[in-house]
C-alpha cells in the first residue's frame, strides 16, 4: 500500500483531475524524499532515439505541454513532463520557505539521475527555464540540447529590483514595496484572476518606480496590454482568450511569424500570464 505525504505537505486527489479535458496520459510517481514524491509523465518508446524533458514554470503544471505531447510522441520521441512540487499533481508542502530555486533544483535533478537520461534535449519554460537551466548545467552529461522558451538567465550584473536578496521569500509584503501594488487586489475571493480588478489596477496606474521598472522591462501605465474583449467575459473563463497582440504603443503587432510579431509578443507576454492562471484546470 501507498504511504501517504508527510505532515505539513498536501497530496492533490486524484479525483480532481478526473475531469481536465485533452490531458489522457497517466502519471508515474517518484518518492523524492520520505513522503513527498513528484509527479512526471513518462510517454512514448523508453528505447526512442532521443528524450525530450518538458519542465513548464510558475504558475502551471505539466498540462501545460498538453498540445505538445502528442506530436511529439507520433515523431517517436521518449517524452518526460514533471510537475514540480507544489503544482499540479505532485505534492505540496505548506511551509512557504520549502520552495527556494536551490531546492527545485535539487528535487528535479534527483527526476533526472533516477530516470538516467542521457542525451536529452531540455524544453524550459518561464520559471522552468531558471530551474532547468540550473539542471542542465551540473548534469552535462545528461543533455545533448536546451530550448528556451519565455525563460531567462540569471545575470551577475542584470537588471533586478532593488532591495531583493537571492533566495528570498517572494511574499506579498516583500514585493508590494518594491512593485507599489498587491498582487491580492487583483484576485476575487477564490483566488481566480479578476478582470475588472486588473483593469481597475491597470487604469489606476502601477506606481513602480523607474528602477523596477527597468529591472522587469514592464509599463508603469498600459491598459492596451491587457485586451479589451476580455471585459466581456464572465468570471473564471480565459482572461487572455482573445489574445490582442500589441506592441509598445498600442498598435496591433504584425501577423505571427513576421520579424516584428515576436517582439510585440515577448513586449506583451504579461499581459497573457492572466490567461495562463485562468485557462488552466489543474490549479
Same mark, same amino acid.
Given at each position: 500500500?501507498?504511504?501517504?505525504?508527510?505532515?505539513? =505537505? @498536501?497530496?492533490?486527489?486524484?479525483?480532481?483531475?478526473? @475531469?481536465?479535458?485533452?490531458?489522457?496520459? &497517466?502519471?508515474?510517481?517518484?518518492?523524492?524524499?520520505?513522503?513527498?514524491?513528484?509527479?512526471?509523465?513518462? &510517454?512514448?518508446?523508453?528505447?526512442?532515439?532521443?528524450?525530450?524533458?518538458?519542465?513548464?514554470?510558475?504558475?502551471?503544471?505539466?498540462? +501545460?505541454?498538453?498540445?505538445?505531447?502528442?506530436?511529439?510522441?507520433?515523431? %517517436?520521441?521518449?517524452?518526460?513532463?514533471?510537475?514540480?512540487? %507544489?503544482?499540479?499533481?505532485?505534492?505540496?508542502? =505548506?511551509?512557504?520557505?520549502?520552495?527556494?530555486?536551490?531546492?527545485?533544483?535539487?528535487?528535479?535533478?534527483? +527526476?533526472?539521475?533516477?530516470?538516467?537520461?542521457?542525451?536529452? &534535449?531540455?524544453?524550459?519554460?518561464? !520559471?522552468?527555464?531558471?530551474?532547468?537551466?540550473?539542471?542542465?548545467?551540473?548534469?552535462?552529461? *545528461?543533455?545533448?540540447?536546451?530550448?528556451?522558451?519565455?525563460?531567462?538567465?540569471?545575470?551577475?550584473?542584470?537588471?533586478?529590483?532593488?532591495?531583493?536578496? /537571492?533566495?528570498?521569500?517572494?511574499? /506579498?509584503?516583500?514585493?508590494?514595496?518594491?512593485?507599489?501594488?498587491?498582487?491580492?487586489?487583483?484576485?476575487?475571493?477564490?483566488?481566480?484572476?479578476?478582470?475588472? *480588478? =486588473?483593469?481597475?489596477?491597470?487604469?489606476?496606474?502601477? /506606481?513602480?518606480?523607474?528602477?523596477? $521598472? %527597468?529591472?522587469?522591462? !514592464?509599463?508603469?501605465?498600459?491598459?492596451?496590454?491587457? /485586451?479589451?474583449?476580455?471585459?466581456?467575459?464572465?468570471? %473564471?473563463? $480565459?482572461?487572455?482568450?482573445?489574445?490582442?497582440?500589441?506592441?509598445?504603443?498600442?498598435?496591433?503587432?504584425?501577423?505571427?511569424?513576421?520579424?516584428?510579431? !515576436?517582439?510585440?509578443?515577448?513586449?506583451?507576454?504579461?499581459?497573457?500570464?492572466?490567461? *495562463?492562471?485562468?485557462?488552466?484546470?489543474?490549479?
Amino acid at each position: 500500500m501507498e504511504a501517504g505525504p508527510r505532515p505539513g =505537505v @498536501r497530496r492533490t486527489p486524484e479525483s480532481r483531475f478526473e @475531469r481536465v479535458a485533452g490531458f489522457p496520459w &497517466t502519471p508515474h510517481y517518484l518518492e523524492l524524499e520520505p513522503g513527498l514524491r513528484m509527479a512526471y509523465l513518462d &510517454t512514448g518508446p523508453r528505447d526512442a532515439a532521443e528524450t525530450l524533458v518538458l519542465l513548464h514554470g510558475e504558475p502551471t503544471w505539466g498540462y +501545460l505541454y498538453r498540445k505538445m505531447i502528442a506530436p511529439f510522441e507520433d515523431a %517517436g520521441f521518449r517524452v518526460v513532463v514533471p510537475d514540480l512540487i %507544489g503544482f499540479g499533481r505532485s505534492d505540496k508542502p =505548506v511551509d512557504p520557505e520549502s520552495y527556494t530555486y536551490s531546492q527545485h533544483v535539487a528535487w528535479v535533478t534527483r +527526476l533526472v539521475a533516477q530516470l538516467d537520461l542521457r542525451g536529452a &534535449t531540455f524544453f524550459g519554460q518561464d !520559471c522552468g527555464g531558471l530551474i532547468g537551466a540550473r539542471v542542465v548545467a551540473t548534469n552535462e552529461s *545528461r543533455f545533448a540540447r536546451v530550448v528556451f522558451s519565455n525563460t531567462g538567465l540569471p545575470a551577475k550584473n542584470a537588471p533586478r529590483f532593488p532591495g531583493l536578496r /537571492p533566495q528570498q521569500h517572494l511574499t /506579498p509584503e516583500v514585493l508590494q514595496p518594491m512593485l507599489g501594488i498587491d498582487w491580492r487586489d487583483t484576485v476575487s475571493a477564490d483566488d481566480r484572476i479578476d478582470p475588472d *480588478r =486588473v483593469h481597475a489596477q491597470v487604469r489606476a496606474g502601477t /506606481p513602480l518606480s523607474a528602477e523596477a $521598472c %527597468g529591472a522587469s522591462r !514592464c509599463w508603469c501605465r498600459s491598459p492596451q496590454m491587457i /485586451p479589451r474583449a476580455t471585459r466581456a467575459r464572465p468570471r %473564471g473563463t $480565459c482572461i487572455g482568450a482573445g489574445r490582442s497582440r500589441y506592441s509598445r504603443s498600442g498598435a496591433r503587432s504584425s501577423p505571427p511569424g513576421s520579424s516584428t510579431s !515576436c517582439a510585440a509578443l515577448r513586449d506583451s507576454d504579461r499581459s497573457f500570464r492572466s490567461k *495562463r492562471r485562468s485557462d488552466d484546470p489543474g490549479l
